[in-house]
């Protein structure tokens, strides 16, 4: 079936550090799968953060990166420099127009001031 | 921006009893959605619902399991009768078009069976 695998967390860094959560896929239903990150805020619901919809593109968002890579089957989210009000969890999911979006596990992230 | 609300926050229940998880969605939304994510997991997909039908259901969605919209009110998720495998945090979501990415989520329903 089509699934995600993100990096396990918890994951903490430090204030002004970088930062890169693995994301790789697996689509076998999906022909040609869309991509995405959401985020969850403590406390809110989960919220689309970035979304690629082609293969080679990259997509961003509130300092946040991801680039769509066929070969390696990655979508890695990364940040040149991460803020405390980034401390969230992280989920990589796939999906396409005609099913609802599968989602990985989650990758908690906490940043130190 | 639009917000899914859900109802309770937690519950805890005996296993064996009727549970019922309460969505409010976005109110103009057209399909709405359960997922389900055991601590540690996946979230996974259970159900999409459509105009008062079920579109899509997973395997992970129970004969235990039903869900509902009755006029227009809240989108609900039915277990009966509970398992203990049944504890997790349920998300509800809504959506106008069916557009992965479109989807607006509740911040979820700790169910505990004990």
């Known amino acids: 079936g089509d699934s995600v695998t993100q990096t396990e967390g918890p994951v903490t860094v430090s204030e002004s550090e970088s930062l890169i959560i693995n994301c790789t896929y697996s689509?076998?239903?999906?022909?040609?799968?869309?991509l995405f990150w959401y985020v969850r805020y403590p406390g809110e619901g989960l919220q689309l953060l970035l979304k690629?919809?082609?293969?080679?593109q990259k997509g961003s968002s509130r300092g946040f990166e991801a680039t769509y890579n066929k070969e390696t089957t990655s979508f890695h989210l990364q940040k040149a420099s991460v803020q405390e009000s980034d401390s969230a969890v992280y989920y990589c999911?796939?999906?396409?127009?005609?099913?609802?979006?599968?989602f990985g596990a989650g990758t908690k992230l906490s940043v130190k001031p | 921006g639009p917000k899914v609300l859900q109802i309770p926050s937690h519950q805890i229940i005996d296993m064996g009893q009727m549970v019922t998880l309460n969505c409010d969605p976005v109110?103009?939304?057209?399909?709405f959605y359960w997922y389900k994510q055991i601590l540690g997991q996946q979230m996974e997909f259970l159900v999409n619902?459509?105009?008062?039908?079920?579109?899509?259901k997973s395997k992970l969605f129970k004969d235990q399991f039903s869900v509902e919209r009755p006029d227009g009110s809240y989108f609900t998720l039915k277990i009966q009768p509970t398992a203990l495998e049944d504890s997790a945090v349920y998300f509800c979501?809504?959506?106008?078009?069916?557009?992965?990415?479109?989807?607006?989520f509740g911040p979820g329903t700790r169910l505990t069976v004990l």
């Open positions: 979501a809504s959506s106008l078009g069916l557009q992965t990415g479109e989807q607006y």
């Open positions: 689509a076998t239903s999906i022909a040609y799968p869309n």
């Open positions: 690629v919809i082609t293969a080679g």
């Open positions: 999911a796939l999906g396409d127009n005609n099913n609802a979006p599968r």
């Open positions: 109110s103009n939304h057209l399909y």
């Open positions: 619902f459509y105009n008062g039908k079920v579109m899509e």
